[in-house]
């Protein structure tokens, strides 16, 4: 049986392409009779456009890839960026409410008019942390282990203090506690920083110093004594006065 091969017209064509030459070889249209051979030669260059269809395959095949071992999260991205709010609120301070406080315990007679239920009602920490701190700076001296020491005695002092709340059946929680004890050393501060100026008359100084502790005590007792210990209102003014003049001491050295 006779095998017809046909003939190919070849063409051979030159070109360039990013610097690299290469010859393509074409055939013309003519159909090949019944029972020959065919031969396909090709080559394959990639372009730009195919060069970023598979890195996008590759993506999408880590993004698989990370989605099915539970690593999904490290894809997503944040679209809340422009909705950051500023960090006093992030951080939960509000500076209106601080001085509203600060003004309850300064005034602290009813017939001013203020409102002050809301330090026991609505308690927050930051405001009660900075009097600490602004006492502790006061009472500093030189030694910075007096911070560290007025805050411990803040909180464990206001923590003894609500147990015996408890158990004498009033309502009050630790957080409430807390804050009023630490608004309530703003008289304190007051005090500490009148006290240089008379510091040459000691009537005066004491004077001073027994009218801050009555007035922190005042503070924080008419906040924290309510209806269900009011019979037994001494059995916890006696300890906050107790823990004021601690802590004043701390500051006189005395």
């Known amino acids: 049986m006779a095998t017809h091969v046909p003939q190919l017209d070849a063409h051979t064509e030159t070109a360039s392409a990013a610097g690299l030459e290469f010859v393509s070889v074409s055939t013309d249209d003519t159909p090949a009779p019944e029972g020959s051979i065919e031969v396909d030669v090709g080559g394959d260059l990639s372009s730009p456009g195919q060069d970023s269809g598979v890195r ?3 993506r999408e095949a880590a993004s698989q890839f990370l989605s099915n071992k539970g ?9 809340q960026d ?13 500076m209106t409410d601080i001085y509203y406080k600060l003004r309850c315990v300064l005034l602290p007679l009813p017939f001013l008019g203020f409102n002050r239920s809301i330090i026991r009602d609505a308690p927050d920490f930051w405001g009660p942390l900075l009097v600490v701190l602004l006492y502790a700076v006061v009472s500093l001296y030189g030694q910075l282990r007096v911070i560290s020491w007025i805050l411990t005695i803040w909180v464990v002092g206001t923590y003894i203090l609500f147990l015996l709340a408890r158990v004498l059946g009033g309502s009050v929680s630790f957080s409430q506690m807390l804050g009023v004890i630490g608004y309530s050393l703003l008289p304190l501060i007051i ?3 009148i006290l240089p100026f008379i510091h040459a008359l000691p009537l005066f100084s004491m004077f001073f110093k027994v009218l801050a502790v009555v007035w922190a005590t005042y503070s924080a007792g008419s906040l924290l004594i309510q209806e269900e210990l009011q019979q037994k209102s001494s059995l916890l003014l006696y300890p906050i006065f107790l823990l004021f003049v601690y802590f004043f001491s701390l500051h006189s050295g005395a």
């Open 56 to 58: 996008n395959r590759s």
């Open 191 to 193: 005090a500490a920083t």
């Open 82 to 94: 422009d909705d950051e709010k500023p960090i006093l609120e992030e951080l939960d301070i509000d």
């Open 71 to 79: 690593f999904g999260w490290m894809l997503e991205v944040d679209d």
